[in-house]
């Protein structure tokens, strides 16, 4: 390498790392391997190591590319900031994009060592070596199919709903703790009028707490407390990683520990409200906290391997065959827990409090099915109710009032037992 090439390698290494450190302390750098991507490309892009002319400036294209991407969107947030989005939410989208990229470019490697030793072991056949490098083609598609689905189910970006409890004529206070493993919790504590009733309100995957503001204020004219946060990775929350409920169960745990400390007079009892992923999480954190007297759950789904095999239901059949499995090995290594043994059929089986399950007939994302395997599993007192035509969290717009009065009912009976 040249000494000009050394400087401006030199150089662009020094900006380029600035910009992505600064950025990593930003997003939590300890959370998941594909942060680091972009620096590792970074260091080794950048080193002395030789390297011919073309190489060299397919390098600093890659890297200028994707800095000036990285950085006009940061530009664009601060200039023309984005609510939904939150603080350099879209840079912090762009660095993803950047990420995914070195990843999956990355992923052709192992992929293209063998086929370049199949070419070498071919050399005789001119249409063999086409059909292999076909073959491996395919291949990596597959990989890399597997591996954007599950980062674009683990890491959702954040958006945060306009909506407040105050457009509801409803009084409440920002709140904010940590989880049990340290994330930092933002939320809405709204207490009720003379009432030891509290509830804990769960979201569902890539919503936040506005999404739950109708539950919010059919249970607060019920009589109850609510505490709504945002989860993990979700609207002013710390983390950018979701774990679909192993994880999310200790932010769930955490919020009744906030209200058995800061309003221990309000939450004598404890109950869990929520749908998709967050009734999964209720499940979790209900089977190890006894404190949770009761559950509402909507939308339920029954494991991880069952939404893995319904997510790519839109993709040519033989990758929905193969896909499942791959895109949960990467959706592992993101999340940093083991999906593979996500069962909330087997979870529910822990839980000793009455559960009343909901769903959608016409849900899609999670079929019925899956919600129904659930309350198969589940210990009594339980009680079932499917909407007829509602979709995925579409059925309290769609059975309001009922929806509502039958939730309360069904908390209500609980508590009067209790007493």
């Not at 990989?143 to 009084?171: M, N």
């Not at 999310?248 to 009744?256: A, H, L, M, N, T």
Request: proline share 5%; hydrophobic share 45%; net charge neutral.
């Amino acid at each position: 390498m040249t000494v000009r090439k050394r400087f401006v390698s030199a150089y662009l290494l020094v900006v380029a790392l600035t910009l992505v450190v600064g950025a990593l302390c930003h997003l939590s750098w300890s959370e998941q391997f594909y942060l680091a991507a972009p620096v590792v490309f970074l260091i080794r892009a950048f080193s002395f190591q030789s390297c011919d002319k073309l190489e060299f400036r397919r390098r600093i294209i890659l890297i200028v590319t994707g800095l000036a991407i990285v950085l006009f969107v940061a530009i664009g947030d601060v200039v023309w900031p984005s609510p939904s989005f939150g603080s350099f939410g879209r840079t912090i989208c762009a660095y993803a994009l950047v990420a995914i990229v070195v990843v999956s470019m990355w992923l052709y490697v192992p992929v293209g060592a063998a086929l370049k030793k199949l070419f070498n072991e071919s050399e005789d056949g001119r249409w063999k070596r086409i059909t292999l490098r076909t073959l491996g083609i395919i291949v990596y598609s597959f990989v890399v199919y597997a591996y954007l689905l599950s980062f674009l189910q683990t890491h959702v970006p954040k958006r945060s709903g306009d909506r407040t409890p105050t457009q509801l004529r409803l009084a409440y206070e920002d709140v904010s703790y940590p989880s049990r493993d340290g994330v930092r919790l933002a939320g809405w504590f709204i207490p009720g009028k003379d009432s030891d009733r509290a509830v804990v309100l769960c979201h569902g995957m890539g919503a936040d707490r506005t999404d739950m503001l109708d539950f919010a204020l059919a249970l607060h004219d019920g009589g109850y407390s609510v505490l709504m946060s945002d989860f993990r990775g979700h609207g002013a929350s710390g983390g950018y990683t979701v774990s679909y409920g192993p994880k999310e169960k200790w932010d769930i745990v955490s919020g009744v520990d906030f209200l058995k400390r800061e309003h221990p007079d309000k939450s004598k009892h404890v109950f869990g409200v929520g749908w998709s992923m967050g009734a999964a999480s209720l499940v979790l954190a209900a089977a190890d906290d006894e404190r949770i007297e009761g559950l509402h759950i909507d939308a339920v789904f029954a494991s991880a391997m069952d939404m893995a095999k319904v997510l790519p239901s839109g993709a040519p059949p033989i990758y929905r065959q193969v896909t499942p499995y791959t895109a949960t090995v990467f959706a592992c290594a993101e999340s940093g827990v083991n999906l593979f043994g996500l069962d909330i059929t087997e979870a529910i089986k822990q839980v000793n409090c009455p559960v009343m399950f909901v769903h959608g007939e016409e849900d899609k994302l999670i079929p019925i099915a899956q919600g129904r395997a659930v309350y198969e599993s589940a210990n009594q007192p339980k009680t079932w109710r499917s909407i007829p035509g509602a979709g995925h969290c579409g059925t309290i717009g769609i059975d309001s009032p009922n929806y509502e009065i039958k939730m309360l009912a069904f908390l209500d009976a609980i508590d009067a037992k209790d007493k």
